[in-house]
């Protein structure tokens, strides 16, 4: 019956209390609060410490887990690693922890005095003037060196007719040393004592790892806030598994998961009506340059449902519909597009790149692009874009009207731009591409001369006055879609139509 109940609640933990707490009114919203310290140079590691503002200092990042509200308190000298993986040990607190119902705010230099203010008051103590210099935190290198000495994994197991304690390894552990017919104790030292509880192990071991679990506590002197946390077999948390290098799970996708690449789509979805060969040179170069075969990835007619979400702090944020096909150079996106085939709704999950995101961002948008997956049961097609690269069912979706600006969204995690910056004089020139009227787009690029080539058509947009420049080279299709552009991103002038060759000098 018990091992029911441990399979039913796979990653439970022990928590201080007794019996005598049933005799007590129990408030449901109440919480223990945990802070954790991020802390690593390559190696970031997460582990729990003293709820302290005196824990804290300014060269690691720190998570405060206070049951429906989870905050992420940057370090100003934090590293860009320990800030990654900050907020993905808090969104696996959330998911794991409370089940995706708790809240999770990214506390920086950035946030309002409001929201700092906040982050301390549930801490119980301390203010940001209260945080200690980064030299507190000691060197992050040594840190690691310190955290693999001190991990030790034993073995409790009785198949020797009595229970037995061995040590089996320490750092680097590996999973394949749990086996499932024994019981195992994992002292991190700093951040807690795990008991792990194989599926097949005895009643007896169950006992005695618990038993030796608590006089570890007792004969190391480890701080009163110190936890023992008992898991069971493929039940194990984040804060676990973190200590064995390579933990895999049956379900776990390999890298992407089944992310294809363009040609791999395109070859196993070709499309009819569309025939290369009707193209010119110029547009033949620019299309082998941009994916090849792959523009020709077609599942449906794109007009099924979608949805965008900009990477803002490394989270999804929703994009307001009414500028659905605007996207910024300087960030990444994932686009989830719904639709139906046979009765059943199929999905593709876009993962869009400007060439000017941050590697931080790139990497959110592909994690955030699997756990999108992962929520649709594995059922979604994963395709990585990257800007001037997208297949022709990506720019289907938005019907001939898609742009790209320049700049991104402001990020805290970020120094150098704080807002959206597309449009800093007034002056902007956009690049009309395409090779027919539902893959056409406009890109801004740099308002030079140099900028301008002869296959193409490009809108330059004054404060006084906009012009449509038409490149020698240029087809019709981007000639109708630039004018639909031009109205799109001036709506109060009248474009002035210039052929290359002929600019005026005002222009």
Not at 80 to 98: C, G, P, V, W, Y
Not at 278 to 302: I, T, V
Request: aromatic share 10%.
């Amino acid at each position: 019956m018990l091992q029911k109940f441990y399979e039913l609640s796979p990653g439970i933990r022990y928590l201080p209390g007794g019996v005598a707490s049933g005799f007590h009114h129990v408030d449901p919203d109440a919480v223990e609060k945990k802070l954790f310290q991020v802390k690593g140079k390559r190696n970031v590691r997460v582990r729990q410490v003293n709820l302290s503002a005196a824990a804290m200092n300014k060269g690691d990042c720190f998570i405060l887990d206070a049951g429906k509200q989870i905050f992420v308190y940057v370090g100003q000298k934090s590293k860009k690693t320990e800030r990654l993986k900050a907020i993905s040990a808090a969104n696996q607190i959330r998911d794991q922890d409370h089940a995706g119902r708790a809240e999770v705010h990214i506390i920086d230099e950035y946030s309002s005095q409001p929201e700092t203010c906040r982050f301390f008051e549930e801490l119980g103590s301390g203010s940001p003037d209260e945080v200690a210099d980064e030299t507190v935190g000691g060197d992050d290198a040594e840190f690691e060196k310190k955290q693999e000495a001190v991990v030790v994994l034993y073995r409790v197991s009785d198949s020797s007719g009595e229970v037995t304690v061995d040590k089996v390894a320490e750092k680097p552990l590996h999973q394949d040393m749990l086996k499932s017919t024994d019981c195992y104790i994992l002292d991190t030292v700093t951040s807690g004592i795990f008991v792990w509880i194989g599926k097949h192990c005895t009643k007896d071991e169950k006992v005695e790892a618990m038993k030796l679990a608590q006089k570890f506590l007792a004969t190391n002197n480890y701080p009163v806030w110190t936890k023992i946390q008992r898991i069971v077999e493929d039940g194990e948390p984040s804060a676990f598994k973190q200590y064995f290098s390579g933990w895999r799970e049956a379900e776990d996708q390999i890298g992407l998961g089944r992310v294809f690449t363009l040609e791999q789509i395109a070859a196993s979805m070709p499309e009819p009506d569309f025939d290369p060969s009707s193209l010119h040179a110029g547009k033949l170069r620019s299309l082998a340059k941009s994916g090849g075969k792959a523009f020709g990835f077609m599942p449906d007619d794109g007009s099924g449902n979608v949805e965008i979400f900009r990477i803002e702090n490394f989270e999804l944020t929703p994009v307001d519909p009414a500028t659905y096909g605007m996207f910024f150079g300087g960030d990444s996106y994932v686009i989830k597009y719904t639709y139906e085939k046979n009765g059943r709704q199929n999905y593709v999950i876009y993962f869009w790149q400007g060439q000017d995101s941050t590697q931080d961002e790139r990497t959110a948008s592909a994690v955030h692009t699997v756990q999108m997956d992962s929520k649709l049961g594995g059922r979604a097609v994963q395709v990585r874009v990257t800007q001037g690269h997208e297949p022709r069912h990506f720019l289907r979706i938005f019907k001939g009207k898609m742009v790209v600006f320049l700049g991104g969204k402001a990020s805290g995690f970020r120094n150098l731009r704080d807002h959206d910056t597309y449009d800093a004089d007034g002056t902007r020139l956009f690049q009309v591409r395409g090779t027919c009227p539902d893959d056409v787009r406009a890109v801004q690029v740099r308002e030079v001369p140099s900028s301008l080539n002869s296959d193409d058509v490009f809108i330059l947009e004054t404060p006084n006055a906009s012009y449509l420049w038409i490149g020698k080279g240029a087809n019709d299709e981007e000639k109708e879609m630039a004018q639909t552009a031009v109205h799109l991103l001036d709506p109060v002038h009248a474009p002035i139509t210039v052929n290359e060759g002929d600019e005026p000098s005002e222009f």
